[in-house]
């Protein structure tokens, strides 16, 4: 009788497991399928999935495969996880990939898990070098112009506390043709969490910006880094010619001007 209630038991085991391993076999063979689509589709999938080790590593896995797409949605999905182990080959991924959507998603993944890797692309997005001084490569210089990149960062999120003078980031695109100024106007807000000085010194820089929409994003992230210093280069954009940054400007230097030592709300 023992033995009759142990083997159904056992039964009972096996069956509750079968779900669960055939869910995993549906998401193994569909992540090694001839198909970038179906690939990408079963990685996305995984985002579902948290502080799981075999899902992370099917989502580090896919960082290597052919296609740009599935790369990039294996990094989007490594951020998802805020897997903080896979964090080395995200910037591997940023480092070594040639695909502006994949060096971008990694960099966003990184950037919301709080890693300060992600910090090293916006730096090289706004300023056209890296914080080490040396130049982009050619695949690198891909990012100040590839239009893709917007969506990649978020480019709604990332500098919607810019207005478009009532009217929608699409149609200021249709209006101006300027695809690059909003992704290192969106590289700036990044960069407001950059502990680093030279973050702070390259916005500064950037509010001489001869694009408008990059000198007030910078005004923006000066602002909210609550960096005093930074009056020396706002103030006289109270005078700039573009209504926008004029705006931004007044309103950073309230807000830093309250947190400026020795100065009060008046």
Not at 14 to 36: F, G, N, R
Not at 153 to 173: D, N, Q
Request: with cysteine.
């Amino acid at each position: 009788m023992l033995r009759l209630v142990t083997f159904l038991a056992c039964a009972a085991c096996v069956q509750a497991q079968a779900p669960l391993e055939k869910a995993w076999t549906i998401l193994a063979d569909a992540a090694q399928d001839k198909s970038y689509e179906k690939r990408s589709k079963a990685i996305h999938a995984l985002g579902l999935i948290t502080a799981n080790a075999r899902a992370r590593t099917m989502a580090e896995t896919a960082l290597t495969d052919e296609r740009e797409e599935v790369r990039a949605t294996a990094a989007d999905v490594l951020g998802i996880m805020r897997a903080k182990e896979s964090a080395p080959k995200l910037k591997a991924a940023i480092k070594g990939d040639k695909e502006t959507s994949v060096v971008f998603a990694a960099a966003n993944a990184l950037f919301v898990m709080g890693d300060p890797g992600a910090f090293q692309v916006y730096y090289a997005v706004l300023t056209g070098e890296r914080k080490s001084g040396d130049p982009l490569v050619e695949s690198q210089m891909k990012m100040l112009k590839d239009p893709k990149a917007l969506t990649k960062m978020g480019i709604e999120e990332g500098i919607g506390f810019i207005p478009f003078g009532g009217v929608s980031y699409k149609v200021f695109k249709m209006a101006t043709a300027d695809d690059v100024s909003p992704v290192r106007a969106a590289a700036a807000s990044k960069l407001v969490g950059d502990p680093d000085p030279k973050a702070a010194q390259a916005l500064e820089k950037s509010t001489s910006d001869d694009k408008w929409l990059v000198r007030a994003a910078a005004i923006g992230a000066l602002a909210r880094r609550k960096e005093p210093s930074a009056l020396k280069v706002i103030t006289p954009l109270l005078d700039d010619k573009n209504d926008v940054v004029r705006f931004n400007a007044a309103a950073a230097v309230i807000q830093l001007s309250s947190s400026a030592k020795g100065v009060g709300h008046r």
